[in-house]
């Protein structure tokens, strides 16, 4: 940031629409002086798209959140898709992008189909998934925890619940990467829209044969379902199979990533979690508010309305920076402190109100399994090499990590 001028010059230089803005090394100090000076600011508009309200504290992103009769979610729910001309294609169709009353008939119907026995044979095979990946790691010098692990865990999760084949879950992988975010500089729209559309192409040829022939698995409960008496269209049953993917997928990935990195700067703190003394449960939330791998959510106000002192107007774009308000002071005390042991620990990585993440169990369930697989066989955790941050306006985290892994016993000394 620049040390020159005053705040307010130096806040309006910050383009938050411009990827290359996240990997600076300033941006907490950044976001603590938002939070002191202008909570709710209203960001100029670019060459991305119209201008758009900044939201940055813990207690402001929890009234939008919480109000969705004055901020809806429909027109889309991030920059990038508020920016389309038009709000995001999936408006009204895609579970994350409906308000109510639709949005709690297919988020009921939904969650009937992720079903306690659903769960279970999904857990089961996650935890076969990560000891099978950590075993082979675990050991055998410096590897590329994101690559080796990371990557193929929560792809594979979500890929079982959905019901598509273990041998296009890589595959899938790639698209849903390739659709959100992005290693290198220089990618285009094109680029984008090419990944998301072979996506959806994909999710159509499944749905075809599970309406042929049902399984037990979340693609076909919602080809076989009727909400409000009519059954889900192709178009509805494949954005919702896109949405699933790329949320199932960042998340958890990014968060584990980030929890390894932590774990290596923080040796203390990866002590106290193998010795139990920090709950495992309580780690969990630590690594999700820490790492905060969706950096942003994004709602369209419906009304002229106040926040924070603002007066915001109907249809007016509002950005809510989970980043932040993880950081925030007056919810977190020593908010920059890794601390496994916090409580209470009452973060937003998830959302909040009538859209808390759908897969918010299936996440939290990907890291209790790489943390487990952790502590009952490796001794030390050390980086091994610079990580490599991704290049995104939305996600935050790593696509590289090269670790080392010292296991337990005598081969650890």
């Not at 590329?144 to 598509?164: C, H, K, N, Q």
């Amino acid at each position: 940031m620049p040390k020159t001028g005053t705040f307010v010059d130096d806040l309006y230089s910050m383009n938050l629409t411009d990827p290359s803005t996240f990997v600076r090394p300033d941006m907490e100090d950044f976001w603590r002086r938002v939070r002191a000076e202008q909570p709710v600011y209203l960001h100029p508009a670019t060459d991305h798209g119209p201008a758009f309200w900044v939201v940055s504290r813990h207690a402001d992103v929890l009234t939008v959140l919480q109000d969705p009769e004055h901020f809806s979610s429909r027109s889309g729910n991030m920059l990038s898709s508020l920016h389309k001309p038009g709000g995001d294609p999936a408006a009204g169709i895609n579970l994350a992008l409906t308000d109510a009353p639709r949005h709690n008939a297919m988020r009921t119907i939904l969650l009937k189909a992720f079903s306690p026995r659903t769960r279970k044979v999904v857990t089961d095979k996650l935890q076969q998934r990560v000891d099978h990946l950590l075993g082979g790691a675990v050991g055998t010098g410096v590897f590329d925890f994101a690559e080796r692990v990371a990557d193929v865990v929560p792809m594979g999760t979500i890929g079982d619940l959905l019901g598509f084949p273990q041998e296009d879950h890589k595959y899938l992988l790639d698209l849903s990467r390739e659709a959100l975010s992005t290693d290198e500089e220089g990618r285009s729209e094109e680029d984008f829209w090419l990944s998301r559309n072979e996506l959806l192409v994909y999710c159509q040829e499944i749905i075809e044969a599970r309406r042929e022939d049902p399984q037990d698995d979340l693609i076909s409960a919602m080809a076989t379902c009727e909400i409000n008496g009519v059954p889900m269209t192709d178009d509805e049953v494949v954005v919702n199979c896109y949405g699933f993917i790329l949320a199932g997928d960042h998340t958890s990935r990014l968060a584990m990533v980030g929890a390894l990195l932590a774990f290596s700067q923080h040796p203390e703190q990866w002590q106290a979690l193998k010795e139990g003394r920090v709950p495992l449960a309580g780690a969990v939330e630590e690594i999700l508010r820490w790492t905060t791998p969706s950096m942003h959510m994004g709602r369209t106000a419906t009304a002229d309305v106040t926040l924070g002192g603002r007066q915001i107007r109907r249809g007016d774009h509002v950005i809510l920076w989970n980043t932040s308000a993880n950081r925030d002071e007056a919810v977190f005390q020593d908010p920059q402190r890794f601390d496994l042991a916090r409580t209470p620990n009452k973060h937003v990585s998830f959302g909040s109100g009538p859209h808390f993440c759908f897969g918010s169990f299936l996440g939290r369930a990907e890291i209790t399994a790489v943390l487990k697989s952790l502590c009952a066989g490796v001794e030390r955790i050390e980086l091994a090499g610079d990580p490599k941050p991704l290049y995104s306006t939305f996600l935050r985290g790593y696509s590289s990590l090269p670790v080392s892994l010292t296991p337990d016993g005598p081969a650890a000394g």
